[in-house]
């Protein structure tokens, strides 16, 4: 880059908060080089809502895998990661839903849900109309979809009756209580993701660059260590050059895998994770990489009387789809939830739910990898109140090793707890009507499967995350946090953070929407910051 071009910031990570980043510094009249490791959304179900297991593992996909889990069989689990314009948000199940007013309450001053609701309503263009809540001035296409499978009807009304909790006409008034069907970022059968709908618009603009196959290698920083170090910039590899970026500011939104690996392998962390791997310390912040939280999914399928949306071959699915943006693949799968209190002693009146069910009108296991002959159901129970915390740690000084994700799965006896009563409770909504008209046998785990052990051998076995990791650049106030209440880095100067990684507690509900609105907020600092 030469200094005709420089930047005034340079966002590292084009996903769900980086894309939410770049279009508002744009809108303040800011220059903005916004770097991606992955390519250009091209693949062909990206916009397909209910084709997003067939992006897993391909090129749109980092691909990682955690370190061996002690505490479920020894398994190493798959990660899949956005590695493309709009990051996650092109590859996930497209469910838009924010937080609860009590979960951005305890993340404390600054962030309540007083602060953060004016962010989230300028995001949105719903399709409910404006309120209270709801806004209809943003850029991202939000609310119900154009048509929801009858079996995900059914279990919302099942689940109600079951789990004694009303039908939600909406999750997003800062209530997570109830079932119902979900929003999504979706328009006329079309996925729209944070680039889609924040950066593509605007990608002409004279102010905005955005390189793709950008691959950051480390910070630039204003001269030797010191006390408190100043970020001016970035070094990448781009097109087999390494090349150095000046900018009047720095923001990171790698996402909470690689955002924590990024500041370490730019002297901020653990002195001691910083020296194994001879980096040099620009700040010692031991904060970095910790408090790695997720929500992990068990799976419960029935066998269904019903056609699911496995009912139409995949060639004639794809016909419909690309004639009129309609059948299966405008589905996004996971078309509707219930919240519950499942682990003995939750009290409904004081206590977050432990679980949110997600409903599929289809065989969901293994990610989508695993298929079965036949129409089903999945009623998979999910933690969304874990209390195991894990770590994300440096493979290498390079920054082509992925970094070592463990999350610590079920190493806190609550969270087996949670999902051994879910599991349980599953079983309970699919025998309510008028889910219990639809349902054959239980396919996963099993009729036989009935003793505590034997579920909790099942959620061993077959658990897996449902893609929503935060937490390893925390804000807040103490010893152990990275950014302060406006996503500075500490310590530092010219350097901030704008994605699920900032999250000092995960949310009960999916993350997307947080993610975005932090990328929002972000902005706001950053630009009051240069």
């Keep these: 880059m030469t200094a005709k071009t420089r930047a005034d910031v340079i966002i590292v990570g084009a996903g769900s908060g980086g894309c939410v980043a770049a279009r508002r510094l744009l809108d303040a009249g800011l220059r903005v080089l916004l770097l991606e490791a992955g390519g250009h959304d091209t693949h062909p179900l990206i916009r397909a809502p209910a084709g997003f297991p067939r992006l897993f593992r391909t090129a749109v996909d980092w691909n990682f895998q955690t370190v061996p889990q002690a ?26 839903i924010r937080g609860s007013r009590r979960d951005y309450d305890g993340w404390g001053e600054g962030w309540t849900w007083g602060d953060v609701l004016p962010t989230f309503r300028a995001l949105e263009n719903f399709r409910g109309g404006a309120s209270a809540t709801r806004g209809t001035g943003g850029e991202l296409p939000v609310g119900a979809r154009a048509a929801s499978h009858g079996l995900s009807e ?16 909406s999750f997003n008034d800062g209530t997570l209580e ?21 950066l593509k618009p605007v990608l002409k603009h004279p102010s905005l660059t955005v390189l793709t196959g950008a691959q950051m290698l480390e910070l630039l920083w204003d001269g030797p260590a010191a006390t408190t170090p100043r970020a001016v910039g970035v070094r990448f590899r781009w097109q087999g050059r390494t090349l150095d970026a000046p900018a009047g500011g720095v923001v990171l939104a790698a996402g909470a895998v690689q955002t924590p690996q990024l500041l370490m392998l730019s002297g901020i962390g653990p002195r001691a994770e910083l020296d194994r791997h001879s980096l040099t310390v620009r700040q010692h912040l031991p904060g970095v990489g910790e408090g790695l939280q997720d929500h992990l999914a068990a799976p419960v399928i029935f066998r269904s ?18 004639r009129n943006r309609s059948g299966p693949l405008s589905s996004n799968i996971a078309e509707a939830a219930a919240f519950a209190h499942a682990r003995p ?4 009146q004081t206590d977050h739910p432990d679980l949110q069910y997600h409903f599929g009108p289809a065989y969901f296991r293994d990610h989508g990898f695993t298929r079965e002959p036949g129409h089903h159901f999945s009623v998979g129970p999910v933690l969304v109140g874990p209390h195991s915390r894990g770590r994300v740690t440096l493979a290498s000084g390079n920054v082509g090793d992925a970094p070592l994700i463990d999350p610590q799965y079920l190493s806190d ?16 909504i699919a025998d309510t009507p008028p889910l219990l008209a639809h349902r054959q046998a239980e396919a996963l785990p099993g009729g036989g499967i009935r003793s505590d052990a034997a579920i909790a051998a099942h959620i061993r076995a077959e658990s897996a995350t449902l893609y929503h990791p935060v937490g390893t650049a925390a804000l807040g106030d103490g010893d152990d946090s990275v950014v302060d209440r406006k996503l500075a880095v500490q310590g530092t100067q010219g350097l901030w953070v704008a994605d699920a990684s900032v999250m000092p507690r995960i949310i009960h509900a999916n993350t997307n929407a947080t993610a975005m609105m932090i990328g929002a907020r972000a902005a706001e600092f950053a630009a009051r910051g240069l």
Excluded at 305 to 322: D, V
Aim: charge should be positive; aromatic fraction near 8%.
């Design 71 to 96: 505490r479920a069989d020894g398994r190493r689990f798959y990660w899949p990661r956005g590695k493309v314009l709009g990051g996650s948000s092109a590859i996930n199940a497209s469910i838009y």
């Design 413 to 428: 006896d609550r969270d087996l707890q949670s999902l051994v009563a879910g599991v349980r409770l599953a079983r309970e």
């Design 154 to 169: 059914a279990f919302v009304t099942a689940a109600a009756g079951a789990l004694h909790i009303p039908e939600a006409t």
């Design 178 to 198: 109830g079932a119902g069907l979900l929003e999504s970022n979706h328009l006329r059968g079309e996925r729209y993701s944070a680039f889609r709908a924040f």
């Design 345 to 348: 002693g939750l009290n409904r």
């Design 305 to 322: 009387h019903t056609p699911s949306l496995e009912a139409m071959p995949e060639a004639l699915a794809l016909a419909h789809y690309l």
